[in-house]
């Protein structure tokens, strides 16, 4: 069962910052995917197998950073300096892995949390 806890405004302005996250009892590899309106889901952070640490897609690289709390079975994904091109709902999912320069899941969907960027 994947739950969503959701810390911080949903409504920001530009440049500020937000932290949302993931629990699951299977949480080693829950990753971030986001949908804007009109546009199809996009991987944003996944885990790398090879590595065992996160992938970030271009567009958060630097931005966006993924941690796990392994005694709460959570992850976080912390949000920084976000941008106009971020707004979107954002979903976490159990049972990613990178592909590529891509992001895939196999498991469960979060409810998914609506980030609005507004100046």
């Known amino acids: 069962q994947v739950q969503r806890v959701e810390s911080g405004g949903d409504l920001l302005q530009p440049g500020g910052s937000l932290t949302v996250a993931c629990s699951a009892s299977?949480?080693?590899?829950i990753g971030w995917f986001r949908q804007a309106p009109g546009k199809q889901r996009e991987g944003v952070s996944c885990?790398?197998?090879?590595?065992?640490?996160?992938y970030y897609a271009d567009p958060v690289k630097g931005r966006f950073n993924s941690s796990r709390h392994h005694a709460k079975k959570t992850v976080y994904l912390q949000m920084h300096n976000l941008s106009p091109e971020d707004p979107a709902i954002y979903y976490c999912?159990?049972?990613?892995?990178?592909?590529?320069?891509?992001?895939?899941?196999?498991?469960?969907w979060g409810q998914g949390t609506q980030v609005t960027v507004s100046a």
């Open positions: 999912a159990t049972d990613t892995w990178r592909d590529g320069s891509r992001c895939m899941m196999s498991g469960q």
């Open positions: 299977d949480y080693y590899a």
């Open positions: 885990l790398a197998l090879t590595s065992g640490y996160a």
